[in-house]
């Protein structure tokens, strides 16, 4: 079974649309991540979501929110899109300071493509 | 700029070489982690440093750290085809929210 998973896998839409991405874990975790992914790999953490408090990357715009319905939950909705939206968006979940260690677990991602 | 920053930026080797990549960061750390991400998957964690530690090994992954350099590297002996990825590192700040801060990778082709 997948640890994390991420759905759509593949995402194409039209600019102004709104859309989400959802993804949900099995491994008990209690914290969840959004990351964006550019065209040229780099990596970019976005949210940060636990059952108690959700940490917000300040230089992500307020188009994005992430809502989470429970602990193994953690979806992100994206308003109005733009094309500089398009990314692969990865969710990663980890069981915050396990033994000191903050390792975490992500999912195929899901590549985003605003036309 | 980046926290992380992996160096370099693309690397080819026959197989059976060693492949190294180096990480450089800007601030303390709580520990650093190297990730791998194969074409279109997820990234996978490789393993993890403690600020205390200098060296690490698992299997042919050979992991050091140099906090006064602010600096780490990732070794990978006797490389196979199947190494071919992007390799991430990570540094863990201990910050609010757990986040980890990730280099822009380093692209590895190991040729058969």
């Known amino acids: 079974d997948t640890a994390v998973s991420q759905t759509p896998k593949y995402l194409v839409t039209q600019m102004g649309n709104d859309k989400s991405i959802k993804c949900e874990q099995n491994?008990?975790?209690?914290?969840m991540y959004w990351y964006k992914q550019d065209s040229k790999k780099f990596l970019k953490i976005m949210f940060s979501?636990?059952?108690?408090?959700?940490?917000i990357n300040e230089t992500v715009p307020n188009r994005f929110s992430p809502k989470s319905p429970d602990k193994a939950h953690l979806n992100l909705h994206i308003n109005s899109l733009e094309l500089g939206d398009s990314a692969v968006y990865f969710c990663?979940?980890?069981?915050?300071?396990?033994?000191?260690?903050?390792?975490?677990?992500f999912g195929a991602g899901t590549r985003l493509s605003v036309l | 700029s980046q926290q992380g920053e992996e160096d370099p930026q693309a690397l080819s080797i026959q197989e059976g070489e060693n492949a190294t990549m180096n990480c450089s960061y800007k601030?303390?750390?709580?520990?650093l982690q190297w990730y791998r991400q194969n074409s279109g998957r997820g990234l996978v964690h490789l393993i993890l440093?403690?600020?205390?530690?200098r060296e690490k090994h698992s299997g042919r992954l050979r992991v050091t750290l140099d906090t006064s350099k602010k600096s780490s590297s990732l070794l990978i002996t006797a490389s196979r085809a199947a190494d071919t990825a992007s390799y991430f590192c990570?540094?863990?700040?201990?910050?609010?929210?757990?986040?980890?801060?990730f280099g822009g990778g380093t692209r590895l082709m190991v040729k058969p």
């Open positions: 990663a979940s980890s069981q915050v300071r396990l033994a000191g260690q903050n390792i975490q677990y």
């Open positions: 491994l008990g975790h209690d914290t």
């Open positions: 979501y636990n059952n108690k408090e959700l940490i």
């Open positions: 601030t303390s750390i709580n520990n």
């Open positions: 440093i403690r600020s205390n530690e």
């Open positions: 990570a540094t863990d700040l201990n910050n609010a929210g757990n986040m980890l801060t």
